[in-house]
């Protein structure tokens, strides 16, 4: 039992794999994590998304009006995975076909001086996706504060939409949080943060190697 801003959460789900972009190399690659320690939390429900099984999910009627998932990466048409909107902290999430599957409110970076959240913006790919206690992540903030990440991560690396190549992480990833008030505003420092139950069941469903789009 993890216990996370005073609450005690209890979790027990089935993932689902979601088709991810086939054929994708990744560029960096991390050491197997120990899942012994993980973040339990209430239920995940397995409702459709016309009864918002989530506090944060998206109703039909914004899915009905998401964003293109199409990006060009080298000269070719791809289908992103993940559109994150830093404009109205919105993600939304396609399958291979480019299908809007689902979506959620997220909280995206601190507004700074242009006016405009701090989040880089562009094309993003998982290279992997880590686990509460964070223990492979030597040396960075998640493993001296992992509680600040809920109970998953999803390691965002660059991609360089003009030559396909990867450029490494600039360090803002998609997670969980210790602030469920701060979903739906700009209050970060760069990183998506999720309901910590939302992430959970998206880091059992995604495949590795599969593309974000940040606009």
Not at 202 to 212: C, L, P, Q, S, T
Request: neutral net charge.
């Amino acid at each position: 039992m993890i216990r996370v801003s005073g609450v005690h959460h209890h979790i027990n789900f089935s993932p689902r794999k979601i088709l991810g972009v086939a054929g994708l190399t990744l560029c960096l690659s991390a050491p197997p994590l120990n899942a012994k320690d993980t973040f339990e939390k209430e239920p995940v429900k397995t409702e459709t998304v016309d009864s918002l099984a989530y506090k944060t999910q998206l109703s039909k009627e914004i899915l009905e009006q998401a964003p293109s998932p199409v990006i060009t990466i080298a000269g070719e048409e791809k289908t992103a995975g993940i559109v994150v909107d830093v404009t109205e902290n919105r993600l939304f999430r396609y399958d291979s076909l480019g299908r809007v599957v689902d979506g959620y409110v997220i909280a995206s970076g601190k507004i700074g001086r242009s006016g405009k959240s701090i989040t880089d913006l562009g094309i993003r790919q998982v290279d992997h996706v880590e686990s509460y206690p964070y223990r492979g992540a030597y040396g960075t903030k998640r493993k001296q504060k992992p509680w600040d990440y809920g109970p998953n991560v999803l390691y965002l690396v660059i991609i360089n939409p003009e030559t396909g190549a990867c450029e490494g992480s600039n360090g803002e990833f998609i997670h969980g949080n210790n602030n469920p008030s701060s979903l739906g505003k700009h209050s970060s420092k760069g990183c998506i943060r999720m309901e910590n139950e939302v992430i959970h069941k998206i880091a059992g469903e995604i495949e590795n190697g599969i593309y974000v789009l940040i606009q």
